[in-house]
């Protein structure tokens, strides 16, 4: 079975602060790909990022950056120097390939100007 | 590039009507999915193709909801009769091959009155 936990329902900030969205799965196979995905106020889900399960590098792409860790199950996201454009709902989901994308709950992000 | 394209954006009818959403993907995606989106239940996935044949529909919640793909570039989701229960978002989503991301239309808002 597989199953993703974001543990944080909501997250306010203040414009320019960083945010942190942890997400944790679970997972038995070994081959296996990790998504996010943001959906913000006006409804579409946006994809993000892709990582599988052989690539632990971290990365970065301008204020977002992903800290993949095999030895935790975790695939946490940081925005940096938020601003107001990035409230959404960030959702992380897990893919072991064939179809499925298992979702979390998703957290929500209010940034106040 | 054009993304997933879907229709209508809003619907808003009566208990008892049918209502039929209809999808577009992106070209060159051999992966269909339907889903829909509530507050309580989240992301759902009701149903996937692959190559234009229905591969898993055991999401779909009952035989009021029938899905279609007569060829690779249309699909519809139906709703036969309608019931207030399926008021929700419902999402269409295209990939192109095993492991890659999903890429979401903008999504329906169904109402049923």
């Known amino acids: 079975a597989q199953k993703v936990t974001q543990a944080q329902t909501e997250i306010s900030v203040v414009e320019k602060e960083d945010v942190t969205l942890d997400c944790v799965y679970e997972?038995?196979?070994?081959?296996?790909?990790l998504f996010w995905y943001k959906q913000p106020p006006s409804g579409e889900l946006v994809f993000l990022i892709r990582r599988n399960s052989f690539d632990e590098q971290n990365e970065i792409s301008g204020r977002y950056s992903w800290n993949f860790q095999k030895s935790t199950s975790s695939f946490n996201f940081t925005i940096t120097a938020s601003q107001v454009v990035d409230s959404a709902v960030y959702f992380c989901a897990l893919s072991r390939g064939d179809y499925k994308l298992s979702f979390g709950a998703g957290t929500t992000v209010t940034v106040r100007a | 590039d054009a993304g997933v394209i879907q229709s209508p954006r809003h619907e808003v009818t009566e208990m008892g009507q049918e209502v039929t959403l209809r999808c577009k993907p992106i070209?060159?995606?051999?992966?269909l999915f339907w889903y829909r989106q509530t507050m309580m239940r989240g992301l759902e996935l009701l149903i996937y193709?692959?190559?234009?044949?229905?591969?898993?529909d055991s999401g779909m919640p009952e035989d009021r909801f029938s899905a279609k793909m007569p060829n690779a570039s249309f699909s519809t989701l139906k709703i036969q009769p309608s019931e207030p229960r399926d008021s929700a978002v419902y999402f269409c989503a295209s990939r192109q091959d095993i492991g890659g991301p999903q890429h979401f239309g903008d999504g329906t808002r169904l109402s049923i009155l």
């Open positions: 070209s060159g995606h051999d992966y």
């Open positions: 193709f692959n190559n234009n044949v229905p591969i898993d």
């Open positions: 997972t038995r196979d070994t081959t296996y790909y």
